[in-house]
């Protein structure tokens, strides 16, 4: 059964606009993470952000987390075409458990 | 490096035999996962494990089994495979601590006929 999902789930944009894609999530949690997978390939981890967090930023990404609200927020800024991928938070604390993915297309 | 490593890439195995999908990692993290990614299902949890002799399942274990008799090692196994197994496979691992990342594997993609 899913605990929590990526939404949308698909996602088309202009080369240097703006992303965003959202996860939400049931349990409670120590800390959240943001995956990128390219097609194919492995996951790979792009940032944490620790429940006692509200935003964190690395490079062109930004995310947001509202625990009360049990959701996170992934910002791609500037996009560019090495962008397209899918995403996925993990909110499984330990466990590592993840929704279904947003899939982005950047559109050069 | 330290990395992560599945074999075979691609495997092709007929309805009924058993099959033994390989990962093997080199940064001696305790944690290590299987999962199946399939069509608009995401990344499922089918086993994982926590330390040597720990073993726990997933919300997709039925049909498959894992033993961890040391640290770098996750076999992951399917009894008696079935078409419905058809699937890309990763494996994973992490340190295990709070803040620890995973590193996954490239996958195993397995057709069963």
């Known amino acids: 059964s899913q605990q929590g999902e990526e939404d949308p789930q698909a996602l088309s944009i202009q080369e240097g606009e703006n992303a965003t894609m959202n996860c939400s999530y049931k349990?409670?949690?120590?800390?959240l993470q943001w995956y990128r997978q390219n097609s194919g390939r492995g996951l790979v981890h792009l940032i944490l952000?620790?429940?006692?967090?509200r935003e964190k930023h690395s490079g062109r990404l930004r995310v947001t987390l509202d625990t009360s609200k049990k959701s996170s927020s992934l910002l791609i800024t500037a996009s560019r075409a090495a962008d397209t991928a899918s995403y996925f938070c993990?909110?499984?604390?330990?466990?590592?458990?993840f929704g279904t993915g947003t899939r982005l297309t950047i559109i050069p | 490096d330290a990395e992560i490593t599945q074999s075979p890439r691609h495997k092709i195995t007929e309805t009924g035999r058993q099959v033994t999908l390989a990962c093997h990692q080199t940064?001696?993290?305790?944690?290590m996962f299987w999962y199946r990614q399939d069509l608009g299902h995401g990344l499922r949890l089918i086993h994982y494990?926590?330390?040597?002799?720990?073993?726990n399942k997933g919300e997709v274990s039925d049909g498959y089994s894992v033993s961890r008799s040391n640290t770098e090692d996750l076999p992951l196994t399917l009894e008696s495979a079935a078409s419905s197994q058809t699937s890309v496979y990763f494996c994973?691992?992490?340190?295990?601590?709070?803040?620890?990342?995973?590193?996954f594997g490239q996958g195993t993609r397995l057709t069963v006929v």
């Open positions: 993990d909110f499984g604390n330990e466990k590592l458990t």
């Open positions: 494990s926590y330390g040597v002799q720990d073993t």
């Open positions: 994973a691992s992490s340190k295990g601590q709070a803040t620890s990342f995973a590193f």
């Open positions: 940064w001696n993290h305790n944690n």
């Open positions: 952000i620790r429940s006692n967090e």
């Open positions: 349990t409670s949690i120590n800390n």
